[in-house]
DNA sequence: GTGTCTGCAAAGTCTTTGCACCATA
DNA sequence: TATGGTGCAAAGACTTTGCAGACAC
């Protein structure tokens, strides 16, 4: 089970409760770090574990996790959300290409340092000239694997 | 009207039409380039110009343009899909900045330049690596405005 | 003239909400 | 035990689809 104390402390700090379904909704995500799971895919594993679990919850507390920044929300185009946990994630920092003829998902850590240095930069120049208060940032990029480059109609 | 030569002829080489609706359209999003539309925004302004247009043609119409290229379909997170026109923008290579808070989006192209260079390279290892071919990609950083970083809970 | 496009309405998909009961701190 | 959490079902928001008539090439 899921008793990550950073987690718990936050909850705590913020007045929530570390239930029953957040943890194995948390240990779901946990187990398979590198994949976006979808809401359905979450409820789909979590009600196996525990079939009281439904749909509505789901969904509140992929909310509540990603207001608290423990999971990212991501949109790839097909019309469902997906989500990650932040952390316990060996790649944590990385990004996408996503292809939009089968879409297909590759996650890709290449190029972080140079990456990170103007992403650095860019935010904090972007902080300042625009008042924003920067949390996170996405790069994505589209085209089409091989498979859907070589069948194109 | 809009009645750029190079979408129309795009448009023929594929065994499409060009027709009063899809140029109506293109009309709505070339008036104001710099502006995320969603398909409702775009639906109420092309129903002023000729009332019989339906919303399921505007979402037609918006799909095959994006397919096409022409116009370029953002998500920022709020549940309904945002389409800038890729040509004829003057800011045309920018990306986002979205408040969490209040939705608010804006664009900036500061370290374009840079980024570019970045990029570029980036696209070009991450296409022979992956056997991937990109067609484009988005920037997206999160946080909150000015606004809302004050009144902040 | 023929194959594409359109409007309308209906259906589909994903997500959110209301409410009574339950459980955590 | 006081507040926040949950399950269920129903509603909500956005988008897609089927079909008959209309239109571009």
């Given at each position: 089970?899921?008793?990550?104390?950073?987690?718990?402390?936050?909850?705590?700090?913020?007045?929530?409760?570390?239930?029953?379904?957040?943890?194995?909704?948390?240990?779901?995500?946990?187990?398979?770090?590198?994949?976006?799971?979808?809401?359905?895919?979450?409820?789909?594993?979590?009600?196996?574990?525990?079939?009281?679990?439904?749909?509505?919850?789901?969904?509140?507390?992929?909310?509540?996790?990603?207001?608290?920044?423990?999971?990212?929300?991501?949109?790839?185009?097909?019309?469902?959300?997906?989500?990650?946990?932040?952390?316990?994630n060996k790649i944590s920092h990385h990004h996408h290409l996503v292809?939009?003829?089968?879409?297909?998902?590759i996650d890709y850590t290449d190029f972080t340092d140079e990456e990170k240095e103007l992403m650095e930069r860019t935010e904090k120049a972007l902080s300042?000239?625009?008042?924003?208060?920067i949390?996170n940032h996405i790069i994505q990029f589209y085209g089409?694997?091989?498979?859907?480059?070589?069948?194109?109609?």
């Amino acid at each position: 089970m899921f008793g990550n104390p950073w987690i718990h402390k936050r909850m705590m700090q913020e007045g929530l409760r570390m239930t029953q379904t957040r943890m194995i909704i948390l240990d779901v995500l946990s187990k398979r770090p590198e994949h976006h799971f979808s809401a359905e895919e979450i409820f789909i594993i979590a009600h196996r574990i525990n079939p009281t679990i439904g749909f509505a919850t789901v969904y509140r507390t992929l909310d509540l996790l990603t207001r608290l920044g423990v999971i990212q929300k991501f949109d790839f185009g097909d019309g469902k959300a997906r989500y990650e946990l932040m952390m316990g994630n060996k790649i944590s920092h990385h990004h996408h290409l996503v292809c939009t003829g089968c879409g297909k998902i590759i996650d890709y850590t290449d190029f972080t340092d140079e990456e990170k240095e103007l992403m650095e930069r860019t935010e904090k120049a972007l902080s300042e000239k625009y008042k924003f208060k920067i949390k996170n940032h996405i790069i994505q990029f589209y085209g089409l694997c091989n498979d859907c480059n070589v069948e194109r109609r």
